[in-house]
């Protein structure tokens, strides 16, 4: 299929072989690289565009697919695509390059520049912004609770719905919180500290500078992109359906670019043509907790380690596009991977490629010194009525994500990330799960009569997670219809009906999560990802609920008498 779209001449092919071969990385494995992306190597599929760096030079790009497929336009390395949160390492860029100015300091509070923002009980300081540390709601996910589509959604609209949120998730520089509010924020002190939009802002300073003219910061939803990639969903085997955005807010994303640029912003994190070498490892300071902790998030850029080797990357999602880019500077090496389909796994295939460039530069797996449990080899059978005391339902405190043991057959099974895992016993409460790609390890607790037992669960090269039993209480329809009613969110501007249909609780509300509410506990109930908690008058009439969802905490909404109103769009 390459050789019908691919763009490049031969005297250009032979150059790149050229270059590979002289950095040490033959043209077999360029082969290699082909054969990773040939899934989506075909006129009747999006795909994507790939830059290998080595040394200060392309040494491999190619495009996958196709562009447009309505068109017949084929992927090149010239096509654009929106690089979605990977657009987060320039905004930070701009705000350290007015730091660096003296245009403002990272320890201003963000009211300084945006007084619309309230002033809370806690200093957020544009520090918070830069590492997520801030506590704000994220944007994207109040707007998807209140079934809003975030294209309709512009400038204006989002600083005014943040302005509205009267609490934060928690106390600035507790935590770390992914938050697209702190990103939009940044972009909106830039434009009020430079007098320039971000995007203009970005393009005299980076951009320009760099020799990226193909880039440019997308906050007019109408303007023409030429060699613009269109976004794509899957729609059944082999078909596929358009992303159409009119979303054009920037900051927590909004670029569109391409690897052929992308390579220049890489090269200046070696040679510092912007911002010099002072900016540049300001880029490259992670950010701290109030207890001293250390982050691996930077300015926009996640800094961590691959089988022994530092890396430096970020990704990007939005609709139908997908995008990575991950560094190994110590190698002098890039991948970067920009994707037109929301199923594109852009990041786990950048590392693939760069198993194929580095696999002699990476360190052997040393062998970890055992611990007891792992001394434990053989499987032992466990009497089914200790296997029936850890069946039940788990929920994990904080996330509220529930685990569901069951014991089928003679073996516990545990549901989870969408798949049921067999449980093999290695003692009477511990057991091990080793189905691809999962490795875990389960171990149950139990505790007091009236204390809830507990789950821990260990995956691979990760913190472990515990959870608590739980028993989902059996509610009469007189019961559960105690919640049906109006509910108003204040910092929303939004109206929720809860109805009874079929003896269960549903939402009644244009674009809000489908299905029905999971009783928890007494006045909690769960939807996906959404937690609520019903609140109760002195009477123990209930007023309203509390929600909880990954990127928002204690949204309240008040119980009302009022006529539902959709809210305007």
Known sequence: ?????????????????????????????????????????????????????????????????????????????????????????????????????????????????????????????IHHLIHHTSGLRDYLSLLNIAGIPFGYYHEADVLDLCSRQKELNFTPGEKYMYSNSGYFLLSMIIERVSGQSLREFARKNIFDPLGMNH??????????????????????????????????????????????????????????????????????????????????????????????????????????????????????????????LSTFNPSKLSYEVADIYLNSQFEEEKPQKPQPRQEKTEFIQVSTEKLKSWAGSYIHPETHTIRKVHLEKGNLMMEAFGKKYPLKAVSEKEFRVFEAPIKMTVEFEKRGKKTPSLLHITREDQTPQTYQSFQPPQLTETQLHEYTGNYFSEELRVYFQIALKEGKLHFVHRNASHGFLHPISQDSFKIKRIWIHFNRSPKQKVTGFTLDTNRVKHLRFIKTESKIMEPPL
Request: hydrophobic share 35%; proline share 3%.
């Open 215 to 340: 880039s440019h910061f997308h906050d007019d939803y109408t303007r023409i992109i030429e060699n613009r990639a269109s976004g794509y969903f899957p729609a059944g085997k082999g078909k596929y359906k358009n992303f159409i955005s009119k979303f054009d807010c920037v900051g927590s994303g909004g670029l569109f670019t391409t690897v052929e640029d992308l390579f220049l912003w890489d090269q200046n994190f070696y040679h510092h043509q912007v911002g010099g070498k002072e900016v540049m490892d300001l880029m490259h300071t992670r950010g701290t907790l109030n207890n001293g902790e250390k982050l691996d998030y930077a300015f926009g850029l996640k800094i961590g380690q691959y089988k022994g080797l530092k890396t430096v990357s970020h990704g990007g999602a939005l609709g139908g596009y997908r995008s990575a880019m991950v560094r190994f500077p110590e190698n002098e090496f890039s991948v970067i991977c920009l994707s037109n």
């Open 1 to 125: 299929m390459r050789n019908k779209i691919h763009t490049l001449s031969t005297v250009t092919t032979l150059f790149l072989l050229f270059i590979s071969v002289s950095c040490g990385f033959s043209h077999e494995k360029n082969k290699k690289v082909d054969r990773l992306f040939e899934e989506w190597d075909k006129t009747n599929s999006p795909g994507c565009a790939l830059a290998v760096i080595h040394h200060g030079k392309i040494i491999y790009k190619q495009g996958y697919g196709m562009a447009n497929l309505e068109l017949d336009v084929p992927i090149t390395p010239h096509s654009l695509f929106y690089i979605g949160s990977c657009s987060k390492q320039f905004v930070a860029m701009c705000i350290a390059l007015l730091e660096n100015r003296g245009k403002l300091t990272l320890d201003d509070p963000i009211q300084k520049y945006i007084p619309e923002i309230p002033e809370y009980n806690h200093r957020i300081t």
